[in-house]
């Protein structure tokens, strides 16, 4: 119920997982949304389903574009793609006219 009420009250989701998207966390939003029958765009971000190059935690994630800067890029894009304009970006808040997502708790 929570993640259908949030839904309702943005214009864009991000679930975000240090695993793989396929079958993950996202893929539970994306059903729940969807047996809710709640319409929004959803942006899962995680790691590639393919092998990917060993390293340290922060090489791996930097690789896979999950660090701070490769998310903001990520919604940034979908947010472009969504409305055509390219949001202002701060850690924790994206913001575009209209658009605010709620800060990450913590």
């Known amino acids: 119920r929570a993640v259908a009420e949030a839904a309702r009250r943005h214009d864009l989701l991000v679930t975000l997982e240090e695993g793989t998207v396929v079958g993950g966390a996202g893929s539970a939003v994306n059903e729940c949304l969807a ?20 390293g ?10 999950l660090d701070k800067a490769g998310i903001m890029v990520a919604v940034a894009r979908r ?19 209209s658009f605010e997502a709620a800060p990450s708790p913590g």
């Open 79 to 97: 947010m472009v793609e969504l409305r055509g304009q390219v949001p202002t970006l701060r850690p924790g808040v994206v913001s575009l006219t």
């Open 56 to 65: 340290t935690r922060d090489e791996v994630l930097q690789e896979a574009g």
């Open 35 to 54: 047996r809710q029958r709640v319409n929004v765009p959803v942006l899962n971000l995680g790691l590639p389903d393919r092998p990917v190059e060993h």
